[in-house]
């Protein structure tokens, strides 16, 4: 892998995505929760709910934000094209479609992240949190989730330029 994609792939999408990823998914909770005294474990407007929803739709969006602007760059010249495939792990059975993709991603990180996340809750954490801290933890998992995500949508975009 070139020292480019590497960068690329560490600075951009998982530090970037990172704060941009803290930043939107705080300004959604403070505008979801704001009114609440405090955010149930369980419910419609909860944090399971949230912690799953949030697990399937941000690799969705950013499959499909991140997918087109890493192709671009490349077709572009502001990233380089590989020379070669970027790694021998990537799958040749990996979705083309950025829906896909972000579909795949999804649901994996509703099955491997949000799921144990909401199960450690139920066990050990409380049955609520007052909204204030809930927007932290939010935002805090969604960075996170994005710092995992992300890089591997870029990998599969600048594998696929």
Same mark, same amino acid.
């Given at each position: 892998m070139r020292p480019e994609h590497r960068r690329f792939l560490v600075v951009?999408?998982?530090i970037g995505s990172s704060i941009v990823n803290f930043a939107i998914n705080a300004a959604l909770a403070w505008l979801t929760y704001?009114?609440?005294p405090s955010v149930p474990l369980y419910g419609r407007t909860s944090m399971a709910a949230d912690t799953v929803v949030t697990a399937l739709v941000l690799p969705l969006l950013t499959a499909l934000? %991140?997918?087109p602007l890493v192709r671009l760059g490349v077709a572009r010249?502001?990233?380089?094209r590989p020379d070669a495939p970027l790694a021998p792990l990537a799958p040749r059975w990996r979705p083309r479609s950025s829906v896909a993709r972000g579909l795949l991603l999804g649901v994996a990180s509703v099955l491997l992240v949000a799921a144990p996340c909401v199960l450690v809750f %139920?066990?050990?954490g409380p049955a609520s949190l007052p909204a204030a801290r809930f927007i932290w933890v939010k935002a805090s998992f969604a960075a996170a989730l994005g710092a995992l995500v992300t890089p591997l949508v870029g990998w599969w975009a600048l594998h696929d330029s």
């Open positions: 951009d999408e998982v704001r009114s609440l934000i %991140a997918t010249g502001k990233l380089p %139920a066990l050990v």
